[in-house]
């Protein structure tokens, strides 16, 4: 019986825990979103404005940019042999259509990075 | 009190050896926010608009062309759960066998949102966002 004590207080004391932030790209300035206008601005003032994108998409003719920025969070935590491990992950994006001449159409953004949380497998 | 130790040793040996070969792993992935069902609700084929898509659903996580000039969006995100048993053997310095067994449930899930050559809203459709690209792309090239 005490053995088994023992074996459980040695569970119980050796966690390890693990704590991991990564990100991925520079953060879209959400300022810098203001100063573009469909209709006017054209994809080189896209490019001048918020830089190189992540993916450019063809769409027959037209095209889009996109610009993407993401945290991801991990939690980890083994108590010898048994362990959680949780990875939350969310981004800021940002989509610029362009029409056949490559003029601005469309811009749509979603800043999402800050949900990223540090939490547990279990936890809603 | 001599055997008692020697079975406490033992078990602790046991522990730590095990904490590095087998490891119970109960996992979650956690990826963008869901799509917001009152957002969906409000999305009516023949009616909506590209441009009033996304004023009410945002940036959506992928963008492909569909055939004669249309184009779809995609709103994607990801909740799975995996409870893995992780069994690793450290054999040598180079060589480390390493088999994982995984049982439980894996959600990845998505909205798409069709539009034709007008901007006009389509269908929107519920499912694996790689499945939907898959049979509405024109192209065979998928990533």
Redesign the interface.
Known sequence: M??RL??AA??LL?PACLLDRSTTNGRPDPAALSTLTPGKSTATDVVRILGAPSEV??????S?Y?YEHSVAKRTGL?L????????????D???AFFDEHGVLT?V???F?SD?AEFRL??SD | MVRLIGRALGACALALLGSSCIVLVFSRTRTHQPLEEARIAELVPGATTFDEALARCGAPTDVWELAGDARAIAYGWVDSRGDNVNLQLPLSRDFTPNLELEQGRKNLYGVVLFFDAHDVLTAVQRGSLLTLKRESTPSAELE
């Open positions: 005490s053995s023992l074996l040695c569970l050796a998409v063809q769409l027959g003719k037209r889009a996109r083994w010898i042999v048994i362990g959680s491990l949780n990875t939350d992950t969310h981004s994006r940002v989509w469309h749509a953004s979603s999402e949900r497998s279990w």
